[in-house]
Structure formats: structure tokens, C-alpha cells
């Protein structure tokens, strides 16, 4: 059965690491709900993932860096993003006074 939710719902007051949540998935897709509260990739780390992703900012602020590129990537509520298969990424950080939530959408 169909049941309705909110994505802005159900955000812990506290955070001590970044949530990330599965909210549908199927043979070449998922999407999930991210949710950072100053939170950012740890020293040196850098993604680097099997899949393409797109992602929207729905709340708060980030900077994305990307390994090819000197300039940190800013967004703000409502920018979008598209990551392609193995381009290297980290988070550089994400506000640290209100949550930053990410719709981040992974395929094949």
C-alpha cells in the first residue's frame, strides 16, 4: 500500500553522523534521502562510485570538490548536480548551524 511521507519530516535533532536513507530502489536506480549537519567526507577521501547520480539541494548549503577541478562547487537550495560513474568526488563541507538536504538519485 501506498503511504504518504514527507522528507522534510522525521530529522533528528542531533546528528553525529551524516544520515543517509534509502527511499526507493529498484534494479538500475535508488534514490536516497541525505541529511548533514556540518558534516563533510573525511581528509583524503574521495568518492568514487559505480553508478551515475544526480542530486538536489532542498535545504541548507554545501561545497562539492571535484578531483579534476580546483574550485570548490556551491550549492544552495534548489541547485542540482549531475555526478557521472567514477568522477571522483568528496564533500567539502555542508552548513554546520542548520541541516543540509540532499535528493540524490544513483542509476545505471
Not at 574550485?71 to 568526488?89: F, K, Q, S
Request: proline residues 4%.
Amino acid at each position: 500500500m501506498n503511504r504518504q511521507k514527507n522528507l522534510f519530516n522525521n530529522i533528528p535533532p542531533e546528528l553525529s553522523n551524516e544520515l543517509t536513507e534509502c527511499i526507493l530502489q529498484e534494479k538500475t536506480f535508488k534514490i536516497k534521502r541525505i541529511i548533514s549537519r556540518g558534516h563533510a567526507s573525511p581528509e583524503g577521501f574521495w568518492y568514487n562510485q559505480d553508478d551515475h547520480e544526480w542530486v538536489v539541494l532542498l535545504k541548507g548549503s554545501a561545497g562539492l570538490r571535484f578531483e579534476n577541478k580546483v574550485e570548490t562547487v556551491i550549492l544552495n537550495v534548489g541547485d542540482y548536480i549531475h555526478i557521472p560513474a567514477h568522477c571522483r568526488h568528496r564533500v567539502e563541507w555542508t552548513d554546520a548551524r542548520h541541516e543540509t538536504l540532499w535528493l540524490a538519485i544513483h542509476y545505471r
